[in-house]
């Protein structure tokens, strides 16, 4: 089975049981949370071995993670325990009816967590070294790089390495309190190193200063593909041989955005190690993400196997007419699903 490796922080998850400010609830609901370790499940749910590289403290927030994550088919040998520094903790404050346009924010407690001591001393580590060494994919983020300056140099060291064979991806995944007074320069370097970059159309003004696909291909050369998230319009791939395509986005009706993204990446990234076309690769990601944004938790659950075939098997017309609630993936007409 291809293996994939997803290396970054995972912190512990807070939310309102309810959707009120957060200085009214009166319970929060304990989760988990983290760019690379979603993609990590939604790897695993796609089908390919996968696991989550990364540091958590020696708390009941790390131990939670890695339950959850083992939970969801995820690997953790990879993961180092800090006797000493906490799991990272982030509390989701959902949007409020009476504020439809607000959208749900996020507060971060992550200054000095367990993985921000990740260094290049962590691909030191047998467990992490034969996890690298046999991975097809290796998944990133500009997240991590943003961490610390240890972060920052174990991902370019990973970017930098001969592949022999592997796939390196590199989400912007662009956070705005994390880059605050640092150098972005930085982020548009090492997401050069990559052969895959995810961006969404937003992310790309703020972390390169453009939204214009040929000057970002012009700013990122290297890559084979550059994947333009363009919100709820539509994935384009751009290849470094000048080829586009270009797959809109499915009818969806959102309950929450969080982890769309992500779900997006493993959905993509799952078709380009299967051999898919760029079409149906994005057309992959397009339905992970569909299937997160229908639901409050950072992930969605798929289609089964048979109606995701279908799915991805329709002809354009078919595509386009797809709508999707709660989940359920129909039509005006019928149920995708043969």
Known sequence: MLSAVCIGETMAMLTPD?????????????????????VAMGLAAMGLESHWVGRVGRDGFGTRILDELRGHGVGVSGVEVDPELPTGLYVKVPAQESDPDGGSSVLYYRQGSAASAMGPATLANPAVARLLEHAALIHLSGITAALSEG???????????????????????????????????????????????????????HAFGTTDEAELRRLLPDPSVLVVKNDATSAIALLRDGSREEVAALSVDVLEPVGA?????????????????????????????????TVHGDRGPLPDAGELAAILDSTDAQWAAIHVSGGHFSTRKRSVAP
């Open 261 to 293: 993204g992500d779900s997006f990446a493993a959905g993509y990234l799952s078709g380009r190690r299967f051999g898919l076309d760029q079409k149906a690769s994005l057309r992959r990601g397009h339905v992970a993400a569909a299937c997160t944004l």
């Open 18 to 38: 309810q959707p009120v400010p957060l200085h009214l609830a009166t319970s929060l609901h304990f989760g988990v949370g983290g760019a690379e370790s979603n």
């Open 151 to 205: 972060c920052r140099e174990l991902t370019e060291a990973i970017l930098a390495a001969p592949r022999q064979g592997r796939l390196i991806s590199f989400d912007v995944n662009w956070r705005a309190a994390l880059w605050a007074g640092q150098d972005r320069s930085v982020l548009r370097r090492l997401a050069n190193l990559a052969d895959v970059v995810l961006v969404g159309k937003d992310e790309a003004e």
